[in-house]
T-cell receptor, first 114, second 112 residues
Framework: NAGVMQNPRHLVRRRGQEARLRCSPMKGHSHVYWYRQLPEEGLKFMVYLQKENIIDESGMPKERFSAEFPKEGPSILRIQQVVRGDSAAYFC????????????FGPGTRLTVT | DAKTTQPPSMDCAEGRAANLPCNHSTISGNEYVYWYRQIHSQGPQYIIHGLKNNETNEMASLIITEDRKSSTLILPHATLRDTAVYYCIVRVEGNQGGKLIFGQGTELSVKP
């Protein structure tokens, strides 16, 4: 059973471009979380999604950031008009259901904005 | 979610037990204590969780005090591969608890 997959693993964007980060949860998992880790800082929650629904987006910056988890396909974290401060590691986690106690994390996407 | 306090760093000799403390004095009755670790910028990894009884699995043991205001994660025979940042988190069980709130964690260095 493959783990959580994230791609790309490394992404370089120039200021003002768009970044699209993909997360394929583990098979059978319908809950997805996105976290961000800025350089030399801890992990911060961004958004929690179930299929076709955003459950909690309290950690998402108000502008330029959006997330989706469609009925089919991976979850997408989209960052429009990237700035240098968006450079970070973005981790996705998945879990199977409402009673699951464990979140399974992917390897992360390292975004560098030049 | 309740707040946790952990020492920023600890050292442990290889082969010895690593005991990582965590204070969570404002924990609520329905909140569990979870431990995750992050090895060298990899994705975090679940270790163990518990409510009030001591728990043990193949990775570690979790000792929770009777008043539930603190706990200790024990790695019985630490190896170099256990070098990581260890996070203590309190939240309700399952996805009702939603997000994990990571603090600064304890950076454990296992030395030969």
């Amino acid at each position: 059973n493959a783990g959580v997959m994230q791609n790309p693993r490394h992404l370089v964007r120039r200021r003002g471009q768009e970044a699209r980060l993909r997360c394929s949860p583990m098979k059978g998992h319908s809950h997805v979380y996105w976290y961000r880790q800025l350089p030399e800082e801890g992990l911060k929650f961004m958004v929690y999604l179930q299929k076709e629904n955003i459950i909690d987006e309290s950690g998402m910056p108000k502008e330029r950031f959006s997330a989706e988890f469609p009925k089919e396909g991976p979850s997408i974290l989209r960052i429009q008009q990237v700035v240098r401060g968006d450079s970070a590691a973005y981790f996705c986690a998945s879990s199977p259901g409402i009673d699951s106690y464990e979140q399974y994390f992917g390897p992360g996407t390292r975004l560098t904005v030049t | 979610d309740a707040k946790t306090t952990q020492p920023p760093s600890m050292d442990c000799a290889e082969g010895r037990a690593a005991n990582l403390p965590c204070n969570h004095s404002t924990i609520s009755g329905n909140e569990y204590v979870y431990w995750y670790r992050q090895i060298h910028s990899q994705g975090p990894q679940y270790i163990i969780h518990g409510l009030k009884n001591n728990e043990t699995n193949e990775m570690a043991s979790l000792i929770i005090t009777e008043d539930r205001k603190s706990s200790t994660l024990i790695l019985p025979h630490a190896t170099l591969r256990d070098t990581a940042v260890y996070y203590c988190i309190v939240r309700v069980e399952g996805n009702q608890g939603g997000k994990l709130i990571f603090g600064q964690g304890t950076e454990l260095s296992v030395k030969p």
